[in-house]
């Protein structure tokens, strides 16, 4: 399941800013063990959703191209204080996270 996703959301007059970090080695496949010389196998997040209140604000797709631990930032209008923001991940080896937080006031 892997560590907590790190979300923060505050609004910002009429924005709310959103910033999410996953956790995740997201390993490409074509790197090779320092021990074994072998080639590490390919585990990283598919696919990803960040959500309101229930409803979906974005969805997206990654691949290896992706560095460890991405991070995402972007601003929404129409958020308040007390609003629930979701984020959730499913990687290739089948493992899901999903956390959420309450939009603050900046």
């Known amino acids: 399941m892997g560590e907590a996703i790190k979300i923060r959301a505050s609004v910002q007059g009429e924005l709310t800013e959103i910033r999410f970090l996953m956790p995740h ?4 496949g074509q790197r ?3 021990e074994s010389g072998k080639l590490i196998p390919a ?3 598919q696919s ?3 959500t309101a209140n229930g409803a979906l604000l974005v969805g997206g797709q990654l691949n290896t191209s ?3 631990n991405p991070l995402f930032s972007l601003y929404a209008r129409g958020l308040k204080p007390g609003d629930r923001i ?3 991940w499913s990687d290739t080896k089948g493992d899901r ?3 959420e937080v309450i939009v603050a006031v900046s």
């Open 25 to 28: 080695p997201m390993e490409t």
């Open 32 to 34: 090779k063990g320092p």
């Open 43 to 45: 585990h990283f997040i």
């Open 48 to 50: 990803f959703s960040l």
């Open 66 to 68: 992706i560095s460890r």
């Open 86 to 88: 979701a984020v959730e």
């Open 97 to 99: 996270r999903r956390d």
